[in-house]
């Protein structure tokens, strides 16, 4: 068996029956060792599409997602992929090619020091070649699934790929477990507190999604999560108040974080932050990870989150809901009035407003970055762990087509939409290709305002004038249907929306373009 070959059989008996990416000549014998161990190999229009395509079938199933390149252009094209899963804590493996490691210290053409540019955006880089292969890919595995989950750099150079592989010698990889602490000193944190919060941030996995809700029907206080995490509770809850962390009307979002007078934080993660008002605050933390760092010194109380948050619910004696004036406040104050959009221009919020009364409870969102992330994470409700997909560690643009692609393979039988600024759409068109290629019934939503909007309110705010952010989209429609893809433009909230039903109901790829008033996202965004 060949170390290509054994690297395949690895990844097949660890559940792994995809790869995404783009062939090159010295990953062949890789590829074909996918082929061969049943494998698919799912060719994506740019490496960075197979890196989140990746990163987010890793975030869904648990299972680290695998991207696959080829040397030099190949592996850089991953970077911004492979950072966005480092800085989403998502597991996945990144497979690149290397230059044959007998000519690496001559040849300098495409060569480059992968295990240095992917050291510093992974948990770790290995290569191949000079120990039992089998044992390197499970501990890649394992280390990319391990509390905060991330990736994984793997190289596999051309020549290395096709030489036998010696089973079953090197050092055993060891990966270090979080002991389980006492839940006593949050309990008595807790009790000393008459106003507290709940925060549950990214490294809450679906799983401690019982536990979560049984806590809150006990404490019966508000509740208030990150992007990464929308789903955890049901946005419908009556104790619901709010996203944090950069999205729309943030400033509300921090103050109703402020009325509390302890933020009991659950797998909270301060990536997903733009600004530091949680070093300012008192939060007790419960975490599988520390996350410790600077000024961020909570109270930390680590182990397995859905066993601590148990242990706390039990102990807890008595409910500390707030003045219900107070909570009515605060949630009214995530409800803005909005002038009405100007230039026959649809409202992008009553847009997200409106596409979710017709898309399913259970279905899955994605949306890309830009002014629309953020009114996304705030208005776009969400009501069950899973269902929302958004790149908010990196926030990096390009992010919101590939992660539906991913849902939609993930769990074929669900809905999925794609909620996409135009600047985002024209980065990804040639996602088109591979949605069209396996028919993904997946409904592509484009915001067109023919600028980067959010940049262009930043440089508002500073008074510049409107400079570098202004483009002319093309017909996004009549593209989708270039690649085969049915199409059309909505010019007013009900023809969206009669759209985006029809185009459900039909189980078909379709891409729906909807013209955008970008001036109201000054009254949220700020």
């Given at each position: 068996?060949?170390?290509a070959?054994?690297?395949?059989?690895?990844?097949?008996?660890?559940?792994v029956?995809?790869?995404?990416?783009?062939?090159g000549?010295e990953i062949l014998?890789?590829?074909?060792?996918c082929?061969r161990?049943?494998i698919?190999?799912?060719?994506?229009g740019?490496?960075?599409s197979a890196g989140?395509i990746?990163?987010?079938m890793g975030q869904?199933?648990g299972?680290?997602g695998?991207c696959a390149s080829?040397?030099?252009?190949?592996?850089?094209?991953?970077?911004?992929?492979?950072s966005?899963?480092?800085l989403?804590?998502?597991?996945m493996?990144?497979?690149?090619a290397?230059?044959?490691?007998?000519?690496?210290r001559?040849?300098?053409h495409?060569r480059?020091?992968l295990d240095?540019l992917f050291g510093?955006?992974t948990?770790?880089?290995?290569?191949?070649?000079?120990?039992?292969?089998?044992?390197?890919?499970?501990?890649?595995?394992?280390?990319?699934?391990?509390?905060?989950?991330?990736?994984?750099h793997?190289?596999?150079a051309?020549?290395?790929?096709?030489?036998?592989?010696?089973?079953?010698?090197?050092?055993?990889?060891?990966?270090?477990?979080?002991?389980?602490?006492?839940?006593?000193?949050l309990?008595e944190?807790?009790?000393?507190a008459?106003?507290?919060?709940?925060?549950?941030g990214?490294?809450?996995a679906?799983?401690?999604?019982?536990?979560i809700?049984?806590?809150?029907?006990?404490l019966q206080?508000p509740i208030v999560?990150t992007?990464k995490?929308k789903?955890?509770?049901?946005?419908?809850?009556?104790?619901?108040?709010?996203v944090?962390?950069?999205?729309?009307?943030d400033?509300e979002?921090?103050?109703t974080l402020?009325?509390?007078?302890?933020i009991v934080?659950?797998g909270?993660?301060?990536?997903?932050?733009d600004?530091?008002w949680f070093a300012?605050?008192?939060?007790a933390?419960?975490?599988?990870?520390?996350m410790?760092e600077?000024?961020?010194?909570p109270l930390e109380?680590l182990?397995d989150?859905?066993?601590l948050?148990?242990?706390l619910?039990?102990?807890i004696?008595a409910?500390k809901?707030?003045?219900?004036d107070?909570?009515?406040?605060?949630?009214?104050?995530l409800?803005?009035d909005?002038?009405?959009?100007a230039g026959?221009a649809?409202?992008?919020?009553?847009?997200?407003e409106?596409?979710?009364?017709?898309?399913p409870r259970?279905?899955?969102?994605?949306?890309?970055v830009?002014?629309?992330?953020?009114?996304?994470?705030?208005?776009?409700?969400?009501?069950e762990?899973?269902?929302?997909?958004?790149?908010?560690?990196?926030?990096?643009?390009g992010?919101?087509i590939?992660?539906?692609?991913?849902a939609q393979?993930?769990?074929?039988?669900?809905?999925?939409?794609?909620?996409?600024?135009?600047?985002g759409?024209?980065m990804?068109?040639h996602?088109?290709a591979l949605?069209?290629?396996?028919?993904l019934?997946?409904?592509?939503?484009?915001?067109r305002?023919?600028?980067?909007?959010?940049?262009?309110?930043?440089?508002?705010?500073?008074g510049?004038?409107?400079?570098?952010v202004d483009?002319?989209?093309?017909?996004f429609?009549?593209?989708?249907r270039a690649?085969r893809i049915a199409?059309?433009?909505a010019g007013?909230l009900?023809?969206?929306?009669a759209?985006?039903?029809?185009a459900?109901?039909?189980?078909?790829?379709?891409?729906?373009e909807?013209p955008v008033?970008?001036r109201?996202?000054q009254?949220v965004?700020?």
């Amino acid at each position: 068996m060949t170390h290509a070959e054994a690297t395949a059989a690895a990844l097949a008996a660890r559940g792994v029956n995809t790869v995404f990416g783009l062939p090159g000549g010295e990953i062949l014998a890789f590829v074909e060792a996918c082929r061969r161990a049943g494998i698919r190999f799912l060719l994506a229009g740019h490496e960075a599409s197979a890196g989140w395509i990746a990163q987010v079938m890793g975030q869904l199933t648990g299972t680290p997602g695998v991207c696959a390149s080829t040397l030099g252009p190949g592996a850089s094209n991953l970077v911004t992929a492979v950072s966005n899963a480092w800085l989403d804590r998502a597991p996945m493996l990144a497979i690149t090619a290397q230059i044959p490691s007998k000519s690496i210290r001559t040849m300098t053409h495409q060569r480059l020091p992968l295990d240095v540019l992917f050291g510093s955006i992974t948990k770790g880089t290995v290569s191949i070649g000079a120990d039992d292969t089998k044992s390197k890919i499970d501990w890649s595995c394992d280390l990319a699934a391990a509390p905060r989950p991330g990736p994984v750099h793997v190289s596999l150079a051309g020549d290395v790929a096709n030489e036998e592989c010696c089973r079953g010698i090197g050092a055993e990889f060891d990966i270090a477990r979080q002991a389980q602490g006492s839940i006593q000193p949050l309990v008595e944190r807790l009790a000393g507190a008459s106003r507290p919060l709940l925060l549950v941030g990214l490294g809450a996995a679906p799983e401690a999604a019982p536990s979560i809700r049984g806590l809150l029907d006990k404490l019966q206080c508000p509740i208030v999560v990150t992007p990464k995490v929308k789903g955890i509770v049901s946005e419908d809850d009556p104790r619901f108040a709010g996203v944090a962390s950069g999205m729309a009307l943030d400033r509300e979002v921090v103050e109703t974080l402020r009325e509390a007078d302890l933020i009991v934080a659950i797998g909270f993660d301060p990536v997903e932050c733009d600004k530091t008002w949680f070093a300012e605050l008192n939060i007790a933390a419960i975490d599988d990870v520390s996350m410790t760092e600077g000024d961020y010194r909570p109270l930390e109380v680590l182990g397995d989150i859905p066993v601590l948050v148990a242990a706390l619910t039990g102990q807890i004696e008595a409910p500390k809901p707030w003045p219900a004036d107070l909570l009515d406040a605060r949630q009214r104050a995530l409800r803005p009035d909005l002038p009405p959009p100007a230039g026959g221009a649809v409202s992008p919020i009553r847009l997200i407003e409106r596409l979710r009364g017709v898309f399913p409870r259970d279905g899955i969102a994605a949306c890309d970055v830009g002014s629309h992330k953020l009114c996304m994470g705030q208005f776009w409700k969400a009501y069950e762990p899973g269902t929302f997909l958004m790149s908010n560690g990196l926030s990096g643009m390009g992010f919101g087509i590939p992660a539906a692609i991913a849902a939609q393979l993930a769990r074929p039988d669900k809905r999925v939409i794609a909620v996409v600024g135009d600047g985002g759409m024209l980065m990804m068109v040639h996602d088109l290709a591979l949605i069209r290629e396996l028919q993904l019934p997946i409904l592509i939503v484009v915001l067109r305002d023919a600028s980067l909007s959010l940049i262009r309110l930043s440089g508002n705010r500073r008074g510049y004038p409107a400079y570098g952010v202004d483009f002319t989209p093309p017909d996004f429609p009549g593209v989708a249907r270039a690649f085969r893809i049915a199409a059309g433009q909505a010019g007013n909230l009900q023809e969206a929306c009669a759209l985006a039903e029809k185009a459900l109901n039909s189980r078909a790829p379709f891409l729906l373009e909807v013209p955008v008033d970008w001036r109201e996202y000054q009254e949220v965004i700020r």
